[in-house]
């Protein structure tokens, strides 16, 4: 009696068909990042367009979402000059807050003198009311740029000089007594393997540092004013709240945030850049 059987692929037919690895896939970024934003952005606009409909808001109170519009659309042209002036203040003020935060933070992970000598006063510096020490900085620089971009720096150096800190004691201890262990000098340990590992929160200090700079600068424009010359955004906003143009104030608001987001981009910018191929926050997540 014949057998019959099935026409089975050769094993060389199998053996020669590749299994390609499945590949991470990338997330849309209009899925996962713009359609979030915008439905978000019309949730809020639709909710104040209803207070100011059922409440009846007066513009001066609370201006509409077309009255901001238009505000933005007649005011875009008076916001380039001051919106300069305040970046220009903010980078400034961040710059200074990074070169005086890392350093600090280099001398405090050396030496744990410096650090409980030097902390405590750095705190102190973050929970000083910034309103209240501006004008000791208009008495003693004037009310020019400089005043602005101090306050601006003295806001921000604490989250670099924190975090920065943070990371260098946070190296991997094995890694520093293999170090030690080769005869590497301190300044190779710091530099060659501390200040690496610490990036990234270096850059999430730089982060945080980015917003607030913009912050102090404005807090500066309300108490040193024009200065003597190109008012900024906080001199615009002081000028518009005094006379009671709301829907002016928002749109000066708004070019406030535009500010900040730029400098908040150009950072993340550069931490995109440094981390992305090695650190796990820049590598693409599988669905």
Same mark, same amino acid.
């Given at each position: 009696?014949?057998?019959?059987?099935? /026409?089975?692929?050769?094993?060389?037919?199998?053996?020669?068909?590749? $299994?390609?690895?499945?590949?991470? &896939?990338?997330?849309?970024?209009?899925?996962?990042?713009? =359609?979030?934003? $915008?439905?978000?952005?019309?949730?809020?606009?639709?909710?104040? +367009?209803?207070?100011?409909?059922?409440?009846?808001?007066?513009?001066?109170?609370?201006?509409?979402?077309?009255?901001?519009?238009?505000?933005?659309?007649?005011?875009?042209? /008076?916001?380039?000059?001051?919106? =300069?002036?305040?970046?220009?203040?903010?980078?400034?003020?961040?710059?200074?807050?990074?070169?005086?935060?890392?350093?600090?933070?280099?001398?405090?992970?050396?030496? /744990?003198?410096?650090?409980?000598?030097?902390?405590?006063?750095?705190?102190?510096? +973050?929970?000083?009311?910034?309103?209240?020490?501006?004008?000791?900085?208009?008495?003693?620089?004037?009310?020019?740029?400089?005043?602005?971009? =101090?306050?601006?720096?003295?806001?921000?150096?604490?989250?670099?000089?924190?975090?920065? =800190?943070?990371?260098? &004691?946070?190296?991997?201890? /094995?890694?520093? +007594?293999?170090?030690?262990?080769?005869?590497?000098?301190?300044?190779? +340990?710091?530099?060659?393997?501390?200040?690496?590992?610490?990036?990234?929160?270096?850059?999430t200090g730089l982060r945080i540092a980015s917003g607030s700079s913009v912050i102090g600068a404005i807090v500066g424009e309300f108490v040193a004013g024009i200065g003597g010359g190109a008012g900024g955004l906080g001199y615009v906003i002081t000028l518009d709240a005094t006379q009671l143009r709301t829907p002016e104030l928002f749109a000066a608001v708004i070019a406030a945030s535009l500010v900040s987001l730029i400098i908040f981009g150009v950072v993340a910018l550069i931490e995109g850049q440094l981390l992305k191929r090695w650190h796990e926050s820049a590598?693409?997540?599988?669905?």
């Amino acid at each position: 009696m014949a057998i019959t059987t099935a /026409n089975r692929p050769e094993a060389t037919q199998l053996e020669a068909t590749p $299994v390609r690895p499945r590949r991470a &896939k990338r997330p849309s970024f209009v899925r996962t990042s713009v =359609l979030p934003a $915008v439905g978000a952005a019309i949730i809020v606009i639709a909710l104040w +367009q209803a207070v100011v409909s059922v409440f009846g808001m007066p513009t001066y109170l609370l201006p509409s979402p077309l009255d901001f519009v238009q505000a933005v659309g007649s005011e875009a042209g /008076n916001l380039v000059q001051p919106s =300069l002036v305040t970046m220009q203040e903010a980078y400034l003020g961040f710059a200074l807050a990074a070169v005086v935060g890392f350093l600090a933070a280099l001398l405090m992970a050396r030496w /744990n003198l410096v650090e409980r000598g030097m902390y405590p006063y750095l705190v102190l510096l +973050q929970t000083i009311p910034i309103i209240a020490v501006a004008p000791l900085f208009v008495v003693w620089f004037g009310s020019g740029i400089a005043t602005n971009v =101090l306050v601006s720096a003295m806001i921000a150096v604490f989250p670099v000089a924190a975090n920065t =800190l943070q990371g260098l &004691k946070s190296t991997d201890r /094995n890694l520093v +007594q293999l170090y030690r262990m080769a005869g590497a000098p301190e300044r190779v +340990q710091l530099f060659s393997l501390r200040v690496p590992a610490a990036l990234p929160q270096i850059l999430t200090g730089l982060r945080i540092a980015s917003g607030s700079s913009v912050i102090g600068a404005i807090v500066g424009e309300f108490v040193a004013g024009i200065g003597g010359g190109a008012g900024g955004l906080g001199y615009v906003i002081t000028l518009d709240a005094t006379q009671l143009r709301t829907p002016e104030l928002f749109a000066a608001v708004i070019a406030a945030s535009l500010v900040s987001l730029i400098i908040f981009g150009v950072v993340a910018l550069i931490e995109g850049q440094l981390l992305k191929r090695w650190h796990e926050s820049a590598l693409p997540t599988e669905e």
